[in-house]
Nanobody, 125 residues
Framework: QVQLVESGGALVQAGGSLRLSCAAS????????MGWFRQAPGKEREVVAG????????LYAESVTGRFTISRDNAKNTVYLLMNSLKPEDSAVYYC??????????????????WGQGTQVTVSS
């Protein structure tokens, strides 16, 4: 069983930066696709970014492309989300997720098997 623990959420001003971390334990992290999702009050959970086992395939939500960067360190069983140029509309609970599939191509709509508890990101105007 995979356990995921997010950290790094905070209150930041618009235009600022933040790096989220997700530490994984159990399972075979180096074979998993990892993703970041977010959910704001009153809205449906949405994909923010994903990265496959090798890091060669990545995807981003259109709204964060060019501002956010997903990366992973398989030696540390950790996936990161670097968020730059933050906007108030980025405010949400951010969730780390693991997909137990050795993907070579990432697709929107891929299902994920394990989820963290989330970390709050609030961007003030």
């Amino acid at each position: 069983q995979v356990q995921l623990v997010e950290s790094g959420g905070a209150l930041v001003q618009a235009g600022g930066s933040l790096r989220l971390s997700c530490a994984a334990s159990g399972g075979t992290f180096s074979s998993n696709t990892m993703g970041w999702f977010r959910q704001a009050p009153g809205k449906e959970r949405e994909v923010v970014a994903g990265i496959n086992w090798s890091g060669r395939s990545r995807l981003y939500a259109e709204s964060v492309t060019g501002r956010f960067t997903i990366s992973r360190d398989n030696a540390k069983n950790t996936v990161y989300l670097l968020m730059n140029s933050l906007k108030p509309e980025d405010s949400a609970v951010y969730y780390c997720a693991a997909r137990v599939v050795r993907d070579y191509i990432l697709r929107y709509g891929d299902s994920y098997d394990y989820w963290g508890q989330g970390t709050q990101v609030t961007v003030s105007s």
